[in-house]
């Protein structure tokens, strides 16, 4: 999905399968990606607990964003990026790809900024709101058709915040 902000929607592989070399130097045998996949699995329902955690943690740095000055500010968007970053990463791991997107829009929305516009901090707060979403409907995978509009109204809200 492209639109004319010149985002584009990249949906990365879940399997392990997919990631890596089959046969040849360097590859990794079928019986390792096998139990590291299993031990995935065993550790999905721990995902759960994990980004409500990440969730309450960017939701107390972007609220800390409304009211910091000087240095704290890039500090506070650096917060945010890290913990959208590591959200980005853990998502496609466990099965909602919806959330890896939305940390990887948050990401690119905050990433190297240190001032922090009133629209940047209602766009990081629309995108961790939709993140919670995500999580307490439990839209798994690309979220359906579902997903895709929320991804259409953050493409929207990113692009208005790019170009002011």
């Known amino acids: 999905m492209a639109d004319n902000g010149g985002n584009k929607l990249i949906k990365p592989s879940t399997s392990l399968n997919d990631k890596v070399g089959i046969g ?5 045998d079928l019986k ?7 031990a ?3 550790l999905a329902g721990d995902y759960l607990v994990w980004v409500e955690e990440d969730l309450e943690r960017i939701q107390n740095a972007a609220n800390a964003l409304k009211t910091a000055t000087g240095d704290a500010v890039a500090s506070g968007l650096n917060d945010v990026f890290q913990i959208s970053h590591d959200m980005r990463g853990q998502g496609g791991s466990f099965g909602y790809q919806l959330m890896t ?5 948050l990401c690119g929305l905050v990433e190297g900024r240190t001032e922090a516009t009133p629209d940047l901090i209602d766009a990081v707060h629309v995108h961790i709101a939709t993140m919670k979403l995500v999580i307490a409907e439990r839209m798994e995978g690309d979220g359906g058709m579902g997903g895709r509009t929320l991804l259409e109204g953050l493409v929207q809200v ?3 915040v790019h170009n002011s």
């Open 24 to 28: 040849g130097p360097g590859a990794v």
């Open 32 to 38: 390792a990606i096998e139990r590291a996949e299993q």
């Open 40 to 42: 995935i699995a065993n």
């Open 101 to 105: 997107f939305i940390g990887d829009m």
């Open 158 to 160: 990113s692009n208005k």
